[in-house]
C-alpha cells in the first residue's frame, strides 16, 4: 500500500497560525514584538535566499526581523563585536549567524559568542548541553521540526526502533537525542556503519540526514516505517531530491516526509518557534 505522504507545508502553517496569534498576545502585554537578529557574512547566494526567507516568515509572524550584511572581508573580531552588540541590546531576542562563514572566521568562537537565551539556532555548547541532559533549552530547528511533525501524525515513538542516517551536530545528534529522550530505543549510523541496509531496516522510525541523492532505497526501509527525509540535494539537471528514493521507499513505508514540502517548511518554522520562547523567557511572560 502507498504511504500516507507527512505534509510538512500544512503542518508548518498551522504551527505558525498559533505563534502569530500568541506572539501578537505577548506582543500586546510586552510593548514591543517578539525580535529575530540575522547577521549575513560574504554574499554566499544560497545564504541571502535563507536569510530573506527567515526575514519574509518573521513579517508574516507579527515578529520583528534585522538583518546585518557584513562583507565577505569582515574579521572574526568584527563579528563578535556585532554579537556582542546585540548580546547587550534589550530589545533582541534571538540571533542568529548565517552558516556557513568565511573560511577565516572561526566558527565555534562565533556560536560561543552569542548569549544561550538568544541562541534561536541551539547550537551554543550550553544548548547543545542541556538538550543532552534534557533540560528544557533552545532545541536546534531541523531536529525539534522532526519531532513536531512525528507528533502531529500521531507517531508513537515510545519503545520504537530508531534509526538515524547521519551524526551531525546540527540534524544527527539532536534528533537521536530527542527521540532517546521520548523513549526509543535509537541506532546513529554514518559512513563507517556496516552493513547499512540491515541496520536501517531494523528501523520503525528511520531519519536519513546524509546529503546523498536518494541513498536510502526500498532495501534499507522495513514494512510499514515511518521515514524522514531531511536531505537536500539539487541534482546537475536542476531538481531538487531528498536522501531517500521517494517512488520506491514510498511503496514500502507507511509513512514518508516529500521533498520538497517535508521537513524543509518545518525548520524555519521552529526558528519562529525559539525566537517566541526567548521573547517570553526575555519579558517574563
Ligand atoms: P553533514 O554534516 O554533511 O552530515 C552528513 C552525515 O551523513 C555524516 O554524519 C556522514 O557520516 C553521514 N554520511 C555521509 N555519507 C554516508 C554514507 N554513504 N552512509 C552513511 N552515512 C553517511 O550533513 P547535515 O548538515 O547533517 O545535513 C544532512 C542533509 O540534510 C543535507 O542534505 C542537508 O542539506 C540537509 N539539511 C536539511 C535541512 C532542512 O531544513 N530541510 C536542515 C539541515 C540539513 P560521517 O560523520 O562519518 O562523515
Redesign the pocket.
Known sequence: MAAKIIDGKAIASSIRESLKKEAAELSARAGRPPCLSVILVGDDPASAIYVRMKGKACAETGFESRTFTMPAETTEDALLEKIDELNADESVDGILVQLPLPDHINESAVLERIRPDKDVDGFHPVNVGKLVIGEKTLIPC?PHGIIKMLEHEGVEVKGKRAVV????N???KPVATLLLHRHATVTI?????QD?PAVSREADILIA????PE?VTAEFVKEGAVVID????RLPDGKLVG?VKFDEVSRVASKITPVPGG??PM?ITMLLYNTLQAFRDHVNA
Not at 542516517?165 to 551531525?168: H, L, N
Not at 540526514?209 to 546523498?212: E, I, M, N, S
Open positions: 531541523t542516517i547521519g551524526r551531525s546540527i540534524v544527527g549510523c554514518h559512513s563507517r556503519t547499512l540526514a546524509v546529503g546523498r541513498m531531511v536531505g537536500v540535494n536522501d521537513v524543509g525548520t
